[in-house]
């Protein structure tokens, strides 16, 4: 039994060494035949050159007047409350409601019969109290010449005071007249201003009196003040800038409510001297003709603010800008070899369709304004002519250039 057990043990391991050395001579031989075996040349793949047809445009030194607005509000240079400074009943009135009246009209008038007679009899006042100081007057000048030994110091002193009280009656009589004939002038009730005139609220017959109220008011409206706020960082860069002299000439025009523009050009007239507390803004004022009453007081317009002289820029069409993922802005440029190369740039916002480059971008140079969609750095581009109203139409096709 020990014979057979150790006979079959041995053919086992018999077994697993001609397995073995079996593999390793497979394993040897695939390594020879690889290398005696001819080898194939590598495959080289080549992609096809692609090409997409594009519009360009010459960047483009542009006048840049983008107008910076502002909501404004309409006010009137002054306003008056017409105020009766005397009481009495209207007997007549000189206007219509909505008139434009000048300085110095007769607007209304009042009864002054009472005060023509206070007037009247101030005057007899005065005539009176004249009469007695030149009596007054003789018999001091009689005084003073006569005989000191026929009159006595006390009669010589009595005969001056009633001068000088005779002269004092004159002076309080010439006043009393002043007033009288004061208060007869203001039974005519004259416009202070010129403007327009609104509403009255008092008609012929009524008594009137200065505590009652005012009678209609009059509004300056040619020419209108317009106030608009400004921020107080932007009002220290302006005022800055005055004072250096060097602050831009700036154009200053309005839209009106309905969106029109209005035909007048403003000046400006001052700011305020107080800065708002809870806005951190300061009025600022100016003055627009307005001989055809377009711009009515307390109304709101927009104010829109550009230069004289505007600046240039570099500018491109809008649609060449690309948005890039990092919130900055691109164009993609051909250059000479008809590849196309994106490129980042700075810009100031757009207007009338172009949008001003401030770096990145020189004149002359062309940018891809359609089939941007397309590109990639480094692509061949054909050229297409540009229209106007090619992102608009999906159907459109650009003609190829010969």
């Known amino acids: 039994m020990n014979y057979i057990e150790d006979k ?6 018999g077994s697993i060494i001609g397995v073995a050395v079996l593999v390793i001579a497979s394993v040897a031989g ?4 690889c ?3 001819p080898k194939a040349a590598p495959v080289k793949i080549v992609m096809p050159q692609m090409t997409t047809t594009v519009a360009v445009r010459p960047v483009e030194e542009r006048v840049y007047n983008l107008p910076e607005k502002f909501v404004a509000h309409a006010e009137p240079v002054q306003e008056v409350d017409l105020l009766p400074q005397v009481d009495g009943y209207i007997k007549e009135i000189r206007f219509k409601e909505g008139d434009i009246v000048k300085a110095g009209d007769i607007l209304y008038v009042l009864d002054g019969e009472r005060y023509q007679a206070i007037v009247n009899q101030r005057k007899a006042d005065l005539e009176a109290a004249e009469a007695e100081q030149r009596r007054a007057e003789r018999y001091y000048q009689r005084m003073k010449n006569a005989d000191s030994r026929g009159i006595t110091q006390l009669e010589r002193d009595n005969a001056e005071a009633s001068a000088d009280s005779a002269k004092a ?3 309080q009589a010439k006043a009393d007249l002043v007033v009288s004939q004061y208060d007869l002038n203001k039974t005519f009730i ?6 327009q005139i609104g509403k009255t609220s008092a008609h012929v017959g009524d008594y009137v009196s200065p ?3 005012f009678l209609a008011r009059i509004v300056q409206i040619d020419p209108i003040r317009v106030s608009f706020p400004l921020t107080d960082r932007a009002y220290v860069s302006w005022r800055a800038a005055r004072l250096k002299g060097v602050a831009p000439d700036y154009r200053l025009r309005l839209l009106l409510p309905d969106g029109s523009e209005y035909s007048g050009l403003g000046q400006w007239a001052f700011d305020d001297n107080t800065m708002s507390k809870e806005t951190a803004t300061i009025i600022m004022r100016l003055v627009f003709p307005n001989p055809d009453r377009m711009l009515i007081p307390n109304s709101y317009v927009t104010l829109l ?4 002289n505007p600046p240039t820029f570099p500018c491109v069409p809008q649609q060449a800008l690309v948005d890039l993922s990092t919130g900055s802005r691109a164009v993609w440029v051909l250059k000479e070899d008809m590849t196309v190369e994106q490129r980042a740039v700075k810009t100031r916002e757009t207007s009338e369709g172009w949008t001003p480059i401030v770096e990145g971008l020189e004149n002359g140079e062309k940018v891809v304004i359609s089939g941007i969609a397309k590109l990639a750095p480094g692509m061949k581009v054909a050229l297409a002519e540009a229209t106007g109203n090619e992102d608009l139409d999906p159907n459109f096709k650009p003609r190829i250039k010969e």
């Open 8 to 13: 079959e043990k041995k053919n086992t391991v």
């Open 30 to 33: 695939g390594w020879i035949a």
């Open 35 to 37: 290398d005696l075996w």
């Open 169 to 171: 009656a004159v002076m």
């Open 190 to 195: 004259v416009a202070p201003i010129s403007g």
């Open 211 to 213: 505590s009652k109220g």
């Open 305 to 308: 603010v550009d230069h004289k």
